[in-house]
């Protein structure tokens, strides 16, 4: 049994849409199946068997969470550091 990261891309009504880090399957799961206080951009960590998401292992893990947070706040920092302003000249 291998242990997985997958992102909660959205939630749409009670169906939550995941993402799996390892090779960016798409899936869709009942919220009723993943750990309460599951939210847009949660990240969970999820056993599988033969490449099958064992939702009842769900883990919430909050700290790679926020490292993701703050790696994607630097980036956009960056980016504001390195643009001169101005309107674009065609």
Same mark, same amino acid.
């Given at each position: 049994? =291998?242990?997985?990261?997958?992102? #909660?891309?959205?939630? @749409?009504?009670? #169906?939550?849409?995941? *993402? ?6 798409? #899936? @869709?799961?009942?919220? $009723? !199946?993943?750990?309460? %206080?599951?939210? /847009? $951009? ?5 056993? @599988?068997?033969?490449? &099958? +998401?064992?939702? %009842?292992?769900? #883990?919430? =893990?909050?700290?790679? /969470? *926020? &490292?993701?947070? $703050?790696?994607?706040?630097?980036? *956009? /920092?960056?980016? !504001? &550091?390195?643009? +001169? %302003?101005? =309107?674009?000249?065609?």
């Amino acid at each position: 049994m =291998d242990k997985r990261i997958w992102t #909660v891309d959205r939630i @749409e009504g009670d #169906v939550a849409v995941l *993402v799996s880090d390892t090779n960016n399957r798409i #899936v @869709e799961v009942n919220l $009723k !199946k993943l750990p309460k %206080g599951t939210k /847009e $951009k949660s990240i969970l960590h999820i056993f @599988e068997r033969r490449d &099958q +998401p064992i939702w %009842g292992s769900a #883990v919430l =893990d909050e700290s790679i /969470e *926020v &490292q993701r947070k $703050k790696k994607a706040e630097a980036i *956009v /920092e960056d980016l !504001k &550091q390195r643009d +001169p %302003g101005g =309107d674009i000249k065609v």
